[in-house]
């Protein structure tokens, strides 16, 4: 009986699989390429067919579909919105005009997501429509425009919470394509991202910035004083290095050595120093003498990032 | 030389089939669209439900902790043992007037949460307001026997526990206020940060303490935008202002030993712009800032100055141009600017080291720094299944009183998309640095003693490769699966003393399950190695030691979330985290020493159960495990070392627990 029963489910199982890739395969626009989607879904643009109704004639069949509907929760679903796409020309603002695609269904619509074939840089052209605001303004020359990521690959609008604007949420979005900075975050030292008590876009900007690596502030060092203020100085007594770039000494994704540092002391230190002294010495027990134990250089270099004392050029006070 | 010629003939290849003409890219925004025979005011919306009011969740957790290691705070958001209690909530509001809010809180109450709020009238104004707290734990018990007082480092008869941690409070107001074309806004934010963290004095003995820290930030933006049809512009002011409410530090018998982190501001005025001309797009910024600090400064014997004029200026710009030539062909380049003027004065100050060249007394060395960038690229989409970028990057940076005045960086990249296989995508990512530059010379005002072999990593000639390969499958609709491998390896072929080289390999494996329409799960797998070798001489000639240094990262987690149970009032979900961080150094110096265990790993376990009292309220059940080893061969005791006083062995090894009851109520 229970056999019986789970054959039974099985087949039911398989044969919705079967009826939904039919209904998938049978959009006609399925078969086309990407450009002949484009070019087609272009034409019908520029006829600017709308429907009659607006989105009263799209939820004539797509009512049924919650995702469909999820976008009333959101605010691009906010007919009282006057910057709204709902108070506009409603669906068809985003997905284009209707033209004869309720006839029937053998016309494309605009579609987003992973699902459509739509290049992403035509996707995104509806979306920038109407954010073609300052703070998309690095967007065009960012690394994410120019390998064609669709604004749809991260943000939701069908929805009531777009789960990149969330804090609690959106570190997941970049990590789902950036890997190895998910795996930094859970190495020895790291900022505090996999709490979700900083997120990538406190130092960086998905839309791109006019800074090297999207970062939301002129340089490196400035997005590191961002958070880190007493770093920014200038001191008396500077260490170049410091000065020139934090990264030189941190990497800010994470590491396997303490503080975020891309090697320990002494060694990360004898990287650059090895004059005719104590900097040269071999340090063959880490924990047996001053030079290796506790906190090594720092032991007597404490003031690594700069000393504000006269008499601090060794940065020791 | 091969490498290079290939990329200029795909991107001849590129020019020529771009020129032989395919069709402009489709701009499908709303603002080109043809409305022409539009009739919008008979639009209607008779279906479309009016979300009006509040809606979302707001909620209260209950949670209790065992752990002996205030470490565990960290995984847990609070250090304190036992019970504790926070606010959740997630709430929105619009109405018919177009008034909208957003308020968002997590873990209030506890020594890491926030509150997030956004008020204002679509299109007009915007009010934001925010709080957070946010604490980091290194060590409940750290041993030491000065405590700080009133400036002063007191020196006890027995050592005392002390507790290492830095809390932030941040609260921050931003208004803004536009229509059409414009937009003004302004945001305040400030910060106070306290607690103690580890450092060390030299007595002249080195001695490690716990510094406190009592600091105040307070930033100030500001700026107008305006937007047109093909063009936005943004002009902004910036301020910030550090204050340290610690002083210089004494001891009873060593009067101002340790100066403090002085107090600084920063300004910083930029201007920024895009214009766009059919489908090129040319952007740009100007930002010209200070940084200035003239703290008082420790006064003694051999210091000319009440306080120093630090001041940095800084001048920063870039102008970038992308073109879509065509549905298939990108260009774009870019230039940029960066420099740094330390306009600080000169004068010479005691030292307590004697140097070479000045006797007791030395010079600060004020450092500027110029940095010039440009870059060029160029994509192809050959068609839907196969796309090329190609580019050339170069960065110059220029410093002053370095041991190398020039260096500039080249750096050829490619990358390549393909998805000519169904479900299936890959990329492939190749890039060849390499670094060169001026003579490298010992600089007599900065390392009058360094020996003239040494090489530092951050100046020296090197050639950097690397190559990346991402394979992205998703079979079927419940299923897909990524993998990502790296190599990259930096070669400082004219380095004999200092890093010579580093290799960087690894790999990630993710997986991602939607299994049916309640069970969904991951898991993902990840390691990675860097292996880095470097050399000393302690003869002050010749290397005579080196280092070779091998670091290990492994992580692991899988999870799973299972709704629809008890009819649809109860769902399950689980995480698991294994994380591993080795760095093993291994010194030779006629025989070879490896150093001791230098690693941590953690594992940590998640399990919840939801379940929905009735349509409006919830009860959260939630279980978290986090077991947490880290050492580190160079910590030791307070006194193991003759001479050196450590704050004694922080390494943490523990297992903690938490338990959290959460009550949610739905407003709908």
């Known amino acids: ?317 | 030389m091969r490498f290079k010629f290939n990329l200029i003939t795909l991107s001849l290849l590129a020019i020529s089939g771009a020129i032989t003409g395919s069709a402009m890219a489709a701009d499908f925004g709303v603002n080109r669209a043809n409305t022409s025979t539009v009739k919008q005011e008979v639009f209607q919306c008779k279906h479309c439900p009016q979300v009006e009011g509040y809606t979302g969740t707001i909620g209260i957790n209950a949670a209790y902790i065992e752990s002996d290691d205030i470490h565990s705070g960290n995984a847990f958001g609070t250090d304190s043992d036992g019970g504790n209690a926070s606010m959740d909530a997630d709430l929105n509001y619009r109405n018919e007037a177009g008034y909208k809010a957003k308020f968002q809180a997590h873990r209030l109450g506890l020594d890491n949460g926030f509150a997030h709020l956004e008020a204002g009238k679509s299109g007009q104004y915007e009010l934001v307001a925010d709080y957070q707290q946010l604490t980091s734990y290194q060590s409940g018990d750290a041993r030491s026997q000065l405590w700080y007082n009133d400036g002063v480092l007191t020196p006890s008869e027995h050592t005392q526990t002390q507790e290492l941690s830095l809390q932030r409070n941040k609260a921050g107001l931003g208004l803004s206020y536009g229509r059409d074309f414009y937009q003004a806004y302004v945001r305040y934010d400030h910060e106070n940060k306290t607690g103690y963290q580890s450092s060390s004095i030299v007595t002249p003995r080195p001695v490690n303490f716990g510094l406190p820290v009592d600091a105040n930030t307070d930033n100030l933006t500001a700026g107008l935008s305006l937007s047109g049809d093909s063009w936005t512009t943004d002009l902004n002011y910036f301020v910030s202002q550090y204050k340290n409410d610690i002083g210089a530090l004494s001891l009873p018998y060593l009067y101002d030993v340790f100066a403090p982190t002085p107090d600084n501001e920063a300004h910083q005025l930029s201007l920024s712009g895009q214009y766009q001309l059919n489908r090129t797009v040319m952007s740009g910024r100007l930002a010209s800032g200070k940084m200035i600090q003239d703290d008082d400064l420790i006064q003694m014997s051999g210091n000319p100055l009440q306080n120093w004029d630090g001041e940095v200026e800084t001048l920063d710009g870039k102008l970038s141009v992308t073109s879509l030539v065509s549905n298939k062909f990108r260009l774009g380049g870019s230039v940029d600017y960066s420099k740094r003027d330390n306009k600080g004065s000169v004068w010479e100050f005691a030292q307590y080291e004697v140097n070479g060249i000045t006797g007791a007394f030395k010079q600060n060395v004020p450092l500027d720094t110029e940095r010039r960038g440009l870059k060029v690229n160029a994509s192809y989409r050959f068609n839907s299944d196969y796309r090329l970028q190609a580019g050339y990057d170069r960065k110059e940076m220029e410093r002053s009183h370095g041991d190398r005045e020039q260096t500039n960086d080249d750096v050829l990249w490619a990358k390549l998309n393909v998805r000519a296989l169904d479900d299936i995508k890959l990329k492939f990512k190749a890039s060849l640095d390499n670094r060169g530059g001026s003579e490298y010379q010992t600089s007599e005002l900065t390392s009058s003693e360094a020996n003239p072999l040494l090489r530092k990593y951050y100046l020296a000639d090197r050639a950097r490769t690397a190559f990346e390969a991402k394979f992205n499958h998703t079979p079927t609709s419940w299923l897909s699966l990524d993998m990502t491998a790296r190599y990259a390896k930096d070669d400082y072929d004219e380095t004999q003393l200092g890093l010579t080289e580093s290799e960087d390999y690894g790999y990630d494996i993710n997986l991602g399950l939607q299994l049916d329409e309640h069970l969904s799960g991951y898991a993902f797998a990840g390691q990675q190695w860097i292996e880095s070798n470097q050399t000393g001489s302690q003869s002050f000639s010749a290397p005579d030691w080196s280092a070779d240094i091998e670091d290990e990262f492994i992580n692991l987690g899988a999870g799973f979330t299972y709704t629809g149970l008890m009819e649809d009032k109860l769902s399950l979900g689980g995480d698991y985290l294994f994380a591993n961080s080795t760095s093993d150094t291994l010194i030779t110096y006629d025989v070879t020493t490896p150093q001791g265990d230098y690693y941590s790993f953690n594992h940590s376990l998640k399990l919840h159960a939801n379940y929905a009292l009735s349509e409006e309220m919830a009860l959260k059940l939630a279980y978290q495990y986090e077991r947490y080893y880290d050492t580190d061969y160079a910590q030791i005791d307070v006194d193991t070392v003759p001479g050196l006083t450590t704050l004694g062995d922080l390494n943490h090894n523990y297992n903690a627990h938490q338990v959290m009851l959460s009550f949610s109520y739905q407003l709908r």
């Open chain 1, 1 to 317: 009986m229970m056999n019986k029963c789970i054959i039974t489910k099985l087949l039911c199982g398989i044969f919705a699989f079967a009826c939904l890739s039919l209904s998938v395969q049978a959009a006609p626009w399925n078969q086309l390429t990407g450009e002949q989607l484009e070019q087609q879904l272009a034409e019908k643009f520029a006829q600017g067919k709308y429907s009659k109704k607006g989105a009263d004639s799209c939820l004539m069949c797509h009512k049924k579909n919650d995702k469909v509907m999820a976008i009333f929760d959101g605010v691009h679903g906010n007919s009282s919105q006057a910057d709204s796409p709902m108070a506009g020309l409603q669906c068809e603002a985003c997905h284009g005009p209707l033209g004869k695609h309720n006839k029937g269904g053998k016309e494309p619509m605009i579609a987003f997501g992973k699902e459509s074939k739509l290049p992403a840089q035509s996707q995104n052209s509806v979306c920038l429509g109407c954010h073609n605001d300052p703070k998309q303004m690095a967007w065009h020359s960012s690394s994410h425009n120019l390998d064609e990521v669709a604004c749809s690959d991260c943000h939701n609008i069908h929805t009531d919470k777009d789960p990149v604007m969330d804090q609690l949420t959106v570190n997941d979005t970049c990590t789902s394509c950036h890997t190895q900075q998910k795996s930094d975050m859970n190495k020895r030292s790291s900022h505090p991202m996999k709490w979700d008590r900083m997120t990538c876009i406190d130092c960086h900007n998905p839309h791109g910035s006019m800074s090297e690596s999207a970062l939301n502030h002129t340089t490196v060092n400035d997005t590191c004083y961002s958070c880190h203020t007493e770093k920014r100085g200038p001191v008396l007594w500077e260490h170049a290095p410091v000065t020139e770039n934090c990264a030189n000494c941190h990497n800010p994704h994470g590491s396997v050595n303490e503080a975020m540092l891309t090697h320990r002391a002494p060694q990360l230190c004898q990287q650059c120093h090895m004059d005719d002294g104590h900097a040269s010495r071999v340090v063959q027990q880490g924990g047996s003498d001053a030079f290796g134990g506790g906190k090594s250089c720092l032991n007597c270099h404490s003031q690594i990032h700069g000393s504000n004392h006269p008499a601090g050029s060794k940065l020791q006070r």
